[in-house]
């Protein structure tokens, strides 16, 4: 499970098998048992949300737009 970045308790991350064939690129965030994925393109929304409450996806959504581009470089160092 490579981890793009850690911010305000919550891991940024992918999984290395993700789906056959590859999803697009999205990113997972967890914390304290809580998880979402969002989509980053072509533009981020959010797919799915267990756990967090309104407010703390909105953040999340503003943290994943604000760091597109590192998601989408460390997607492709990771899958090619």
Same mark, same amino acid.
């Given at each position: 499970?490579?981890?793009?970045?850690?911010? &305000?308790?919550?891991?940024?991350?992918?999984?290395?098998? $993700?789906?056959?064939?590859? $999803?697009? +690129?999205?990113?997972?965030?967890?914390? @304290?048992?809580?998880?979402?994925?969002?989509?980053?393109?072509?533009?981020?929304?959010?797919?799915?949300?267990?756990?967090f409450?309104?407010?703390t +996806?909105?953040?999340?959504?503003? +943290?994943?737009? @604000?760091?597109?581009? &590192? +998601?989408?470089?460390?997607?492709?160092?990771?899958f090619?």
């Open positions: 499970m490579p981890v793009v970045f850690r911010l &305000e308790g919550f891991r940024f991350h992918f999984y290395s098998d $993700e789906g056959t064939p590859l $999803e697009p +690129i999205h990113i997972h965030v967890a914390k @304290a048992g809580a998880d979402a994925k969002f989509w980053l393109f072509p533009e981020v929304l959010l797919a799915y949300n267990r756990g409450d309104a407010r +996806i909105q953040r999340l959504m503003s +943290i994943v737009e @604000a760091h597109v581009n &590192e +998601i989408e470089e460390a997607w492709h160092g990771h090619g």
